[in-house]
């Protein structure tokens, strides 16, 4: 079992920045593919970012390239999402995933309750 908690939501401005933690705890961390996802009101929930378990691969969706970096660090049991030139089309609940094989559709094996992205236009 993987418990996953995401902080760091908030409310921002249109070409703010803002930074997604995700704490995990459970079964060997290192050993998991991990990601985020979003779900924007009234639409389905979608892929954002995901980094394999040593990081040497990692996939963005089109919508966020050049603007979000996702990262992990796995001596804490971590995972970033840094978001850059935010836009109002980013407010959505983001939720951090965790898979054994990889992050890309929905549902992976875990997932947290989510954080609310609120950017202002």
């Known amino acids: 079992q993987v418990k996953l908690v995401e902080s760091g939501g908030g409310l921002v401005q249109s070409g703010g920045s803002l930074r997604l933690s995700c704490a995990a705890s459970?079964?060997?961390?290192?050993?998991?593919?991990m990601g985020w996802f979003r779900q924007a009101p009234g639409k389905e929930r979608e892929f954002v970012a995901a980094?394999?378990?040593?990081?040497?691969?990692?996939d963005y969706a089109d919508s966020v390239k050049g603007r979000f970096t996702i990262s992990r660090d796995n001596a804490e049991n971590m995972v970033y999402l840094q978001m850059n030139s935010l836009e109002p089309e980013d407010t959505a609940v983001y939720y951090c995933?965790?898979?054994?094989?990889?992050?890309?559709?929905?549902?992976?094996?875990?997932w947290g309750q989510g954080t609310q992205v609120t950017v202002s236009s």
């Open positions: 995933a965790a898979d054994l094989v990889v992050v890309r559709t929905w549902p992976p094996d875990y």
């Open positions: 980094i394999s378990w040593i990081s040497h691969n990692i």
């Open positions: 459970g079964r060997a961390f290192s050993s998991f593919a």
